[in-house]
C-alpha cells in the first residue's frame, strides 16, 4: 500500500524521529463559561478540563480513558484546536501551537486530524463520497499527483471500500464503512497524529474489531501517531501503547499498556478494569472481584476538593479531601495522582482513618478486593523497606520499583505477608466527615451543558468549535479538522462532524490477534 498524498505546500512542523515527543500538553485547561439572565452573566463555569499534562511520541498510541463526561472529547478537540483553551500551552513538533490563528493553523491541519465517533453523523448526507473525502484537498489547496479524483480512490481502496463507490452518497454504506470513509477523510492530508474520538463505539461488535485492525495497520504502515479516545479499556487495550486514565478533567494515572493492565495504581484504574468483562467463565471470583462505584460522578462544575475521586473511592482518608495529589511518576512507566496508590507503597501512611464515604464506598467493593489492595500495598511496603535497608540507594522512585517489580500486582501480593494496615483502617475508620457533600454539590453535568453560554451539547464538535469558543478561527478549526467540504463555509450551518454518543465498547477486539501483538 503507497502512503496517502504527499501534500504539496509546508507543512508547520519537521518530522518527529520515532519516540520523540510529538505532541506535549501542559497544564491544559477549558472552562466553559455558564451565564444566566438578560445580560449573560457569567456564573460559573464546567471545568471540562481541568489542568492536563501529558506527552505523545511519535509512532506511539496514546489511549485515553474514563467515564462519560470526565473531559476526554474535550481534550481531543483541544490537542486537534477545534476549541480554544482556557489555559494551559499545547506544543506540536516543539511549537506552540496554543493560540495560533486562523492563517497560523491552516498548515497544522494537514498535520493533526481527527476521526470522529459517530460515521452516522459526521459525513455530510448530501454530498458524496468522493466529495467528503477530497474536501482536505480542496480546503488546503492541494492538488494530488494524478488529480484529487484519482487520489480519493486510492484512500478508498486503503480504507478497504471499493473505489468505484466514488459517487456514492454516505447512506448507501454501513456504519462500519462509513467510519472507513472517516478514515480515508482524516489520511488524506497524510497526517503525523490522529486523534480518533471513540472511532468504534457506535458500530457492532464484529465491525469494531474490522476498524480497530485498520487504524493498526495503518499506523504500522503509515508511520501515524495516534490519540484514541475511548470509554473503557478493553478497545484501547489492544491498540495503545501508553493509557491516560481520566476522571473529572484530570489525569489521574498515566501508565504503559501493560503495567496499567497488569498492576493499576489507582484505584479509580482499578474500578475501570474490573468491569472489563472477563472472557473466561472458569474464573470463578471474578464477579465478586469487580468494584462498583459509588454513585455518580460529581459535577465538573463543582468538583470535589483534594482528590476529585475521594467521594467514590473506598480508600479515601482526611488528606484525599484537602490535599490534591500530584501526578508522580511512581514507579518507571507509571505515573499516578493517589495519596493511598494500589500496589504500591502508601504515600499517606499516617493518614488511616477512612471518610465516611470511602466506609460507604467501601461497602461495595467485595472483600477480597478491600484484602488484595491491603496485601499489595503491605508487600510494596515491605519490599520497599528491604531494599532501602539492603542498599544505600534511597531514592524512592527506583527502589519502589524494584520493589514491585514492576511487575504483577498478584506478585507482589503474594511476596508479601497481609500486614493488611488497608484493611484495619477500613475497619476502624471513623467518620473523618462527610466527603459527600462535595458530589451532591453540583447538578448533573448535562444542567451544566444546558445552561453554559455556547449553548452546544459537549456532543457536536464543529458546533461546539463554531458556537464554543475560539471566535474566528473556530469555523476554520472545525472545517479543517472533520474536514468535509463546506464545513468551513457553512461553519455553523449543517455541521458534518459529529461524535458524541455513549458507547460500550466490547471485547471484540480481544480478539483482534494483529493488534493486540502491538
Ligand atoms: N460546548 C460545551 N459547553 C458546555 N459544556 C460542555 C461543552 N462541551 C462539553 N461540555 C461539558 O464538559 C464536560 C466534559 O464533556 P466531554 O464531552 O469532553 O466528556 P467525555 O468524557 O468525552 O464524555 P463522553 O464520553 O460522554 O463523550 C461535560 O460535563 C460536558 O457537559
Known amino acids: 500500500m503507497s502512503s496517502p498524498a504527499q501534500s504539496d505546500g509546508a507543512t508547520l512542523t519537521a518530522d518527529a524521529a520515532p519516540g520523540e515527543t510529538l505532541l506535549k500538553v501542559t497544564g491544559l485547561q477549558k472552562h466553559f463559561p455558564i451565564r444566566k439572565g438578560l445580560l449573560k452573566r457569567q456564573v460559573g463555569a464546567v471545568r471540562a478540563v481541568d489542568g492536563l499534562d501529558f506527552e505523545v511520541r511519535s509512532g506511539e498510541t496514546l489511549g485515553v480513558v474514563g467515564e462519560s463526561g470526565c473531559g476526554k472529547s474535550t481534550m481531543g478537540r483541544l490537542i486537534t484546536r477545534l476549541l480554544e483553551p482556557t489555559a494551559g500551552t499545547i506544543e506540536f513538533g516543539g511549537k506552540d501551537i496554543t493560540h495560533l490563528g486562523v492563517g497560523g493553523m491552516r498548515p497544522l491541519r494537514r498535520d493533526v486530524q481527527m476521526i470522529f465517533q459517530d460515521p452516522y453523523s459526521s459525513l455530510n448526507p448530501r454530498h458524496t463520497i468522493g466529495t467528503i473525502v477530497g474536501a482536505p484537498f480542496r480546503l488546503q489547496g492541494v492538488t494530488p499527483e494524478g488529480g484529487i479524483k484519482k487520489e480519493v480512490q486510492r484512500l478508498l481502496s486503503v480504507v478497504g471500500l471499493n473505489p468505484e463507490h466514488y459517487n456514492r452518497y454516505p447512506h448507501e454504506f454501513s456504519g462500519g464503512q462509513r467510519q472507513r470513509i472517516g478514515i480515508a477523510r482524516a489520511l488524506a492530508l497524510n497526517p503525523k497524529l490522529v486523534v480518533a474520538d471513540e472511532p468504534v463505539s457506535a458500530l457492532d461488535v464484529s465491525i469494531q474489531a474490522q476498524v480497530v485492525n485498520l487504524l493498526d495497520d495503518l499506523q504500522q504502515e503509515l508511520g501515524l ?14 491498540v495503545s501503547d501508553r493509557i491516560a486514565v481520566m476522571y473529572l478533567g484530570k489525569i489521574v494515572e498515566l501508565a504503559d499498556r501493560d503495567k496499567l493492565y497488569r498492576s493499576p495504581m489507582h484505584p479509580y484504574t482499578k474500578a475501570l478494569l474490573s468491569a472489563v468483562p472477563i472472557p473466561d467463565p472458569s474464573r470463578k471470583s471474578a464477579k465478586s472481584e469487580r468494584i462498583l462505584l459509588k454513585g455518580d460522578v460529581p459535577s465538573p462544575i463543582s468538583p470535589p476538593s483534594g482528590c476529585r475521586f475521594h467521594t467514590r ?36 501512611p499516617q493518614d488511616t482513618v477512612l471518610l465516611t464515604a470511602a466506609k460507604e464506598a467501601a461497602e461495595l467493593v467485595a472483600d477480597e478486593v478491600l484484602a488484595e489492595s ?3 500495598s503491605a508487600a510494596v511496603a515491605k519490599a520497599v523497606a528491604a531494599e532501602s535497608a539492603g542498599s544505600d540507594s534511597g531514592e524512592p522512585a527506583d527502589s519502589a520499583a524494584a520493589g ?11 511476596a508479601g505477608s497481609s500486614g493488611s494496615d488497608a484493611a484495619d483502617s477500613a475497619a476502624a475508620g471513623s467518620s473523618g466527615s462527610d466527603a459527600a457533600d462535595s458530589a451532591a454539590a453540583g447538578s448533573s453535568g448535562s444542567d451544566a451543558a444546558d445552561s453554559a453560554a455556547a ?62 501483538d502491538k
Request: glycine share 8%.
Open 225 to 238: 501517531t495516534y490519540v484514541i479516545i475511548a470509554h473503557d479499556l478493553s478497545v484501547v487495550r489492544h
Open 313 to 348: 473511592c473506598w480508600k479515601a482518608t482526611e488528606i484525599c479531601k484537602t490535599t490534591e495529589p500530584p501526578l508522580l511518576e511512581l514507579r518507571p512507566g507509571q505515573q499516578v495522582a493517589c495519596h493511598h496508590p494500589e500496589n504500591f507503597e502508601d504515600q499517606a
Open 374 to 376: 491491603a496485601e499489595t
Open 404 to 414: 514491585s517489580s514492576g511487575s504483577d500486582a498478584a506478585d507482589s501480593a503474594a
Open 455 to 516: 449553548g452546544s451539547s459537549g456532543s457536536d464538535a464543529a458546533d461546539s468549535a463554531a458556537a464554543g469558543s475560539s471566535g474566528s478561527d473556530a469555523a476554520d478549526s472545525a472545517a479543517a479538522g472533520s474536514s468535509d467540504s463546506d464545513t468551513a463555509d457553512s461553519s455553523g450551518s449543517d455541521s458534518d462532524s459529529e461524535p458524541s454518543e455513549e458507547t460500550v465498547t466490547s471485547d471484540g477486539a480481544d480478539e483482534n490477534p494483529k493488534a493486540s
